[in-house]
Structures are given as C-alpha cells and as structure tokens.
C-alpha cells in the first residue's frame, strides 16, 4: 500500500473514471477507515469496561461496532462512487435501442463495423491491425464471420505493416502479395475492405 | 423485453418445482428461500441439458433447447399435483410486520426501513445499469461471449469443425478449456430474443445476485436478526467488484452463487435436514460447470462432509439418506469432465503455463491487497478479527470454513508456487476476482461469527458447546 499522509483529509473520488476504469481506492481513505476503526474500538472497548463488562466482552462488543461503522462509511463513499457512475451511463446510454448503444461504447470503429457486415455478407475474412486490442474487438462484433488466414476478405484496420496499390490493385504484407485486390469499401486512409479477385 | 423475462423465468420455473420436490418434507424454509434457490438452480440445469443436447448433436435451436424443459416442467408439475406437495407456501413477511407491528422501538423501525430501501436501491441500480450498458469489458468478450455467439450462431457447440474451430477454439482469445455455463446461458437468452442483444443477453448476470442477495438475507436474518442481516447485506452489496461483476457476463458471480448456497445447503444438511444434501450436490455439481476453480472448492467440502459423516458414525446418521444423494447428485458435472478430459482439455487458461517457482513474498503481496480494502468493505479485514474474538469456534464453523479456507489458501499456493500467477499475470485484478469468488461465503461465516460473538456477550463459552 502506498500510503500519502499529506492528503488524508482531502478523500478523492474512488479511481476508475467509469465503471470501464479499474477500481482504485485513493490511500487517504483506506488511512481514514483504519484510523475510524481503531478509534471506535478503543473508545467504545473504554465505555464498555467503565459499564462493569470484562475486558474481553468489552473487546467483542467494540470490534462488532467497529465492523459495522467502518462498514457503513465505506459504503457511503463506494455508492457514491457507484451512483455516481449510475448517473453519468444514464446521460451516455438511456432511451437508444442496443446497436446505438454499442454504437456509442465502441465509436467510429462500430461504423467501420456495420458496413464490414454489410459488405462481407456472411464471408469469412483476415484481418490485419497493428493495435491487438481493436483487431479483437472487430472480430467479435463479426461474428459469426471468422478470420482466416486464407480468407479472399482483407479487412485493415490501421496496419502499419500494410500497403494497397489503388491503382495496380496490389496489396502487400510482409512477404504476402496479392494481385487483383478489388476496394471494397474506405473508412479513411488507414482503414478499408478488399476482396481478392 | 418479454421474450427476455420469458427466458429468465423457465429455469426459475424449472428450479422452483425442483426445489419444492425436494424440500416436500422440509416444513422450515419458506417461500423465499425456495424462490432464491430456484433460478440458480434451474439455470445450471438447463445449461447441462443444453450442453448435453449439443453432444448428441441435437441442434440448439429454441424449439430442440425449450421443449425438453416445457416437457420437464408440466411433468414435474403433474407430480407435484399428484403427491399433492404443498408448492406455493403462505410467505410469512416478517420483515413487514416488524416494521408495521405494534411493538419494537422507532428507531429499530426507521432503520429497517432505510435499510431495506437502500437494498433495493443498490439492486435496481444494477438492473438499470445493467439495461444501460452492452457487454463492455474485454475479458468477457474474449472469454465468454465470443463463444456464446459463434454457439447461437452455428446451433451448436462447433463440434464438427476443424480441430482448430473445435468447441470455439481460436475465437478472440477464448479459452476452451473452461466450462460453457456461462456462454450456453447467453445462447438461451439468445434463442427466446432471436438474435444475439449486447444488453439483453447479460440480464442472467443480475438475477444471480437478486436470488443470492435474497438468500444471504433471509439465512442470516434466521441466524442472527433482521437487523443486522439487513445491515450485512447493505454492506455486502457496497462492493464495487461485485456490482461491475453483477451487470457484466462474467462467470465469477454465478460461481460465488453456487459455493455459497453449497456451502448454506451444507450448514442445513448438518443440522440433520437430509433434504439439503441433495441441493448441496446440485449446486456443487452447478459450480463444477460454471469456473474451472470449483474443484479447488467442492474437493475441500466433500472432505468436510466426509469428516461431518465420519465424526457422527455413533449417533447414527443415515448415509443413504446423506452420502448417497450427496454423490448421486454431483453426478451432473460428470458429462462436463468426460467431456473435457477425452478432448484433453484442460484447467484454467490455454495460455497458462505450469512452470513451478517459490516465491513466498507473494503471500504479504496478497495480504497487503487484501487490507487495502479495495474491493469487499472491510469484511475481508474483519473475519480474522472476528474469528479470534469470538473464542472457541463452534464445530459447525469450523466444518463451513475450512473448505472456505483451502480453497482461499489454493489461490495463495498457485501466486507462490508458479512463475505464471506469481509474475505474468495481472496480479491484483487476478486476486479480486478470485476472492470474488467466496466474497458471499466470507460474508455468510461474517454472519455466523457476530452470532456467536453475540451469544456470548453475556454467555460463558463453555455452555455453547
């Protein structure tokens, strides 16, 4: 843990701008939550003992007041976090149909995607992309369509690697060459579908 | 929307008239815990039968998936009409005559109240999050809803494909070693919406925690109060992993549902209700099909069990009223493991390597994480606190946390002992998600501690045992 001192009255918002960000609870808070355990633990463990209980009852019935105190002003600062999140996916998402809200998580790339259905029909493909995470992603949403190594569909999706010939129709990858690459459909200079003739 | 209400309700349908068979005799439990135990139960069969389907190449269509169940369900039906079983019992609403009854304090009342409102809050929250957003995180694309869709697309589980396709095998990043509960619950959904929905398909996900969370509170609030099982259960559902988890298919929730409610059908069954072991197999079976971590859990709790019968040999426990429907019952993850070894698949990721290391400073790493409160409240901080001042543990704890305790103790054995979780992986959302997993366990023996803790304020320990 890496503890900040420095900030410890001044609690930040959980991490994770979203319920897409990874959760992250600031230090200062942890430091805050031990710092109210510990102190309802020896006040009320004091009260107990002053009330004629054994040190050990007294110790019980502390730690279970402690266990719901710490309890409780952890959830007051999770769901705020959570409501929070609640709120802001309302203003995103309410009131469109599931293809816009895909359309809405997933950006321009889903566009790309819509026509790619449209234009490969239910023909298999290969697909090269230089970022793993949008390859994966544009494969899912083509489903059932997979990618083939030896499929005639090419989709790039901004390949470093790759290079199309519009006018000799060549498209080239490493040590791969293909003739007769018909343009299907351009999205912008880095993204489109070839058909292999 | 109906058609998805309609896919969530049959195996609710299906679980409840299993369960009212099988607890016919049992005249404690009522109406709630039944319907709480229904859905999850009845879902992990259906997945089982589909599964089943699918290997004798029946395809998974709607009208081959639903009419098996329909046929179960009015024949099921018609048996419990015919035993003239007692299927809807009179719900006794406890709670409401608590806080509208005559006696009890007002600020007992005022906090019932706000308690069960923040419940309800907390979990229509996660239904409204859950309609908002489609399937958003990576790993349950990869893992789960790829197959899922390739399943519902090809009407079955890509058996009689090239050995690269087999059984999903190659898509995104899936995994093929691990148990289809997950993904044939999304073909189901699919097959009554007739097309495969990024929102609708995931609604499965919240209905596990409604049927857990009614569970946890009806189980504690018989074990201690419903003041403080609703005070737990406000605090339980604060977790910010379980909710992302709740509204994503992920299959860590559903498995957290089914070691716990074992673990609950297990407290029962020692406490000489036989109908439980029964449940107890079936949902361990269920666990068995949802995650490959389950063994990890049910091989610990078949121990204690063993332990429990071995222990009470004297007083003449019925072993075929116990042991055998126990083991009769977990025989429904038997296809799954003939299955998965015959095509020598095996556990975990395929891109897990087993290479052995040491590294014991792996175990403060957990612990450090674990204290950092990140994801679980402070019931994580809390249980060995507890646990030490509660003095003697009862028998009964004892025999309900030690399986809860290996199978914690296997995932610190796995980050010590091999150079994949102890290095490669990402360490921390790897340790979350694993204590996801016996988050409602810790939760529940939370529970059952305060209990005794409580009953020994003003008791001596000794007249407990």
């Known amino acids: 843990m890496d503890f900040n001192l420095t900030d410890l009255f001044m609690i930040e918002r959980m991490h994770g701008g979203s319920v897409n960000g990874w959760i992250q609870i600031p230090s200062s808070f942890i430091v805050m939550i031990y710092c109210v355990i510990i102190s309802i633990t020896l006040v009320t463990a004091l009260f107990f003992v002053m009330k004629k209980n054994s040190l050990l009852q007294a110790i019980r019935k502390s730690m279970v007041i402690a266990f719901f105190c710490s309890g409780f002003l952890y959830l007051i600062y999770s769901e705020g976090t959570w409501y929070t999140w609640l709120r802001g996916d309302i203003n995103t998402y309410s009131g469109y149909s599931t293809e816009a809200k895909t359309g809405i998580f997933l950006g321009p790339l889903y566009d790309f995607i819509k026509v790619s259905r449209e234009v490969l029909k239910y023909d298999d493909y290969v697909i090269y992309s230089s970022d793993v995470a949008t390859r994966l992603m544009a494969q899912y949403y083509l489903l059932p369509r997979r990618n083939r190594a030896y499929a005639k569909n090419i989709i790039v999706l901004y390949d470093n690697d790759t290079a199309y010939d519009d006018r000799t129709k060549t498209f080239v990858r490493g040590d791969v060459h293909k003739e007769n690459a018909e343009l299907l459909f351009r999205y912008d200079f880095g993204a489109y579908i070839l058909r292999i003739k | ?465």
């Open chain 2, 1 to 465: 929307m109906i058609l998805t209400l309609v896919a969530l309700i049959i195996p609710a349908i299906l679980g409840f008239l299993i369960v009212s068979i099988l607890l016919r005799d049992e005249a404690t439990s009522g109406l709630s815990e039944r319907l709480s135990m229904a859905y999850p139960l009845g879902m992990g069969l259906l997945t089982v039968q589909m599964f089943l389907l699918a290997l004798v190449r029946v395809p998974l269509t709607l009208w081959d998936v639903a009419m098996p169940i329909m046929i179960e369900i009015v024949g099921l039906y018609l048996w419990i009409r015919k035993s003239k079983i007692v299927l809807i019992k009179m719900p006794s609403f406890g709670l409401f005559s608590e806080i509208f009854g005559a006696d009890g304090h007002w600020l007992k009342k005022i906090s019932l109240i706000a308690l069960t409102a923040l419940v309800i809050i907390k979990i229509g929250s996660i239904f409204v999050e859950t309609y908002l957003r489609p399937i958003f995180a990576w790993d349950s694309f990869a893992n789960w809803s790829a197959s899922a869709k390739a399943f519902y697309y090809s009407h079955g589980l890509l058996l009689d494909t090239l050995q690269e396709d087999f059984f999903g095998k190659g898509l995104l990043n899936r995994n093929a070693n691990y148990p289809p509960h997950n993904p044939l619950m999304q073909v189901w959904m699919s097959l009554w919406i007739g097309d495969f929905d990024e929102v609708l398909v995931k609604f499965w996900s919240p209905i596990y925690l409604l049927a857990m969370s009614a569970y946890l509170y009806v189980v504690m609030a018989r074990e201690t109060s419903r003041l403080i099982a609703l005070s737990m259960l406000v605090l339980f559902l604060s977790s910010p992993l379980l909710s992302i988890h709740s509204i994503e298919v992920y299959s860590d929730v559903p498995l957290s549902v089914y070691i716990l409610f074992s673990l609950i059908m297990f407290l029962f069954a020692m406490r000489g209700k036989y109908e439980y072991w029964t449940l107890m197999g079936l949902f361990s079976a269920e666990a068995l099909f949802t995650k490959d971590e389950a063994p990890f859990f049910v091989l610990p709790l078949l121990l204690a069990a063993a332990a429990f019968f071995w222990q009470k040999r004297r007083q003449g426990i019925v072993l075929r009223k116990s042991a055998v429907p126990l083991l009769a019952s977990l025989l429904l993850a038997v296809p799954w493991f003939v299955f998965k070894f015959s095509h020598k698949l095996g556990f975990g990721a395929d891109y897990v390597t087993v290479e052995y290391t040491f590294r014991p400073e792996m175990v403060w790493k957990v612990i450090l994480l674990l204290a950092s409160l990140m994801n679980f409240n402070v019931f994580i901080l809390f249980i060995p606190i507890l646990t030490i001042i509660a003095g003697r543990p009862t028998k009964e704890f004892i025999y309900l946390a030690t399986p809860v305790l290996c199978y914690a103790m296997f995932f610190i054995l796995i980050y010590t002992l091999t150079v994949f979780f102890s290095g490669s992986l990402m360490f921390n959302t790897a340790i979350f998600r694993n204590v996801l997993t016996y988050y409602p366990s810790i939760c529940f023996l939370t529970a059952l501690l305060i209990k005794t803790i409580m009953l020994r304020w003003d008791t001596p320990a000794a007249s407990l045992e």
